[in-house]
């Protein structure tokens, strides 16, 4: 029979939340929303939670306006070739009818397959979604001297602007972009 040496157990020791360095920068409750409705989303028939969350962009504000994603059903053990349930106000129900072939296509080029086969459509009421759409901060740190320089023999000024924003945005950034 062999024996074990006889060292004494480390226990570890929980250090205090306010001890602890902070891993990660603040973040946006809407950058945070994905993950937390996605359990119900998916019990709910949503494959992808962004779609409704992103409706308007997907079908464009008019339609967006006067219909609403409900869910997606799929063929058993399948990930495509599903029917979508849209709920539409009434008496709006004919022009939707109409566009069904593009908020399919709109729809599988959002999800980048065939993701669509049909729509299902039941009347209702729409809740009006306002999302308001802030641009994002400006940095603090101004721009480098040598990009700066570079960037006013520009004549567009929209291209100046856009170009500007680059250059601030790697003056911000610290090393190589991050791709989630």
């Known amino acids: 029979m062999t024996e074990r040496p006889a060292s004494p157990k480390m226990k570890m020791r929980k250090v205090p939340a306010e001890e602890r360095p902070r891993v990660g920068a603040p973040r ?15 019990k709910f028939g949503f ?23 409900e869910s997606i059903r799929f063929p058993v053990g399948k990930k495509a070739g599903g029917t979508l ?29 065939a993701a669509v086969a049909k729509v299902a459509m039941r009347q209702g009421q729409i809740a009006s979604i306002s999302a308001e759409r802030r641009p994002p901060p400006r940095n603090l740190r101004p721009i480098p001297v040598e990009l700066g320089d ?27 972009p991050k791709v989630s």
Do not use: C, K
């Open 150 to 176: 570079s960037l006013r023999d520009i004549g567009d000024p929209e291209l100046r602007a856009v170009l500007e924003s680059l250059a601030q945005g790697l003056a911000n950034s610290s090393g190589l």
């Open 85 to 113: 349930q849209l709920t539409v106000m009434s008496g709006h129900a004919p022009m939707i009818q109409h566009v069904l072939p593009d908020v399919i296509e709109r729809v599988n080029r959002f999800f980048g397959y």
């Open 47 to 69: 494959v992808q939670s962004s779609i409704v969350t992103r409706w308007t962009e997907i079908v464009g504000p008019h339609y967006a306006a006067v219909s609403a994603p």
């Open 28 to 42: 946006q409750i809407a950058d945070l929303m994905p993950d937390i409705g996605r359990a119900a989303f998916r």
